[in-house]
């Protein structure tokens, strides 16, 4: 994912998974040795220990940037837990159910999936303090109705999850992050929403085709990592900030790290008002409108990211008014 792949680097990875798809009698520990001479660091971490199965945590000590160490959602007072039901009732969720995990149990989370599964939310779901929903090793889809919200919540971790086709929500009932039912207004049809979120890593998640947005960072929300994520076919990509008039956001800090935008996304990668992006090692295949935009003096860092033009239409690589802005990117056209 690192964006400053060169020709002659992306020979060299092409190789290196001939190496690992074709030589079958390579042992685990052998294949993560060879893997690892590609990986960025945040990878590197955890994905060398061929044993990663079993030592699950271990990926709260892998995140960087504005999120910092989630060491916090670990300890020895940690939960884990295992989705094994796909099903989901926003009010009176059962035991087994992602929500019942996310929202009812409250302290120290770690969840994982029994299987393969697609989890339709009947309504957003809001995620506690101190959880983190790690999909590895398995195919896990929400998708095609509500889907992710963090609200007044810090020390959250999601991870490997397919995130898709979610749609507006009118308002309603619904299990709150704190383990009550509360009621929550019109919610707009975003992959992943942040309000007044604090601590947050999102990391290896596929984002795309979503109502609103993919990704939002509003209200206050701030020390976020979004990480080596695939962020695809949409319109309206990353929102950092809630609008022009809500001046809490410019303590807002957000890092945009080893994210591969695009194909099909048009602007929004990201947006910023008020706060500090630093965006740093991002691909960006094509777009429509521009890659990265702001206003209202946010600050942005563009270091080390790689623009891939799209072959027509606009070429815009920033559009911003009134800010302050670092750029060490390259552009190819």
Known sequence: MASHLTHSNQYVLAIVIAIIVFTPKLTSAKKSKIIGLKMNVIDKCWRSDPEWR?????????????????????????????????????????????????????????????????????????????????????????????????????????????????????????????????????????????????????????LYNCQDGLLDVTRGSTNVTVSNNWFRFQNKVMLLGHDDGYIRDHKMNVTVVYNHFGPNCNQRMPRIRHGYAHVVNNMYLGWLQYAIGGSMEPSLKSEANLFIAPTSGSKEVINFSNFISNSYSSIVF
């Not at 994982?112 to 009947?122: A, E, G, K, S, W």
């Open 54 to 206: 079993k030592h699950h945590p271990q990926l709260a000590t892998c995140s960087m940037g504005y999120a910092g160490k989630m060491t916090n959602n670990i300890g020895e007072d940690l939960v884990h837990y295992k989705v094994t039901d796909p099903s989901d009732d926003p009010v009176n969720p059962k035991q087994g159910t992602l929500r019942y995990g996310a929202s009812v149990i409250q302290g120290k989370v770690w969840i994982t999936f029994q299987r393969d599964m697609v989890i339709r939310l009947m309504r957003p779901l809001l995620i506690s303090s101190f959880t983190t929903i790690d999909g590895r090793g398995v195919n896990v889809h929400i998708a095609h109705n509500a889907c992710l919200m963090i609200y007044k919540a810090t020390n959250i971790i999601i991870h490997g999850l397919r995130i898709h086709h979610c749609k507006p929500q009118a308002p309603g009932m619904v299990m709150g992050s704190n383990g009550k039912v509360m009621p929550l207004g019109q919610v707009d049809g975003d992959a992943i929403r942040l309000v007044t979120a604090s601590k947050i890593w999102i990391d290896h998640n596929t």
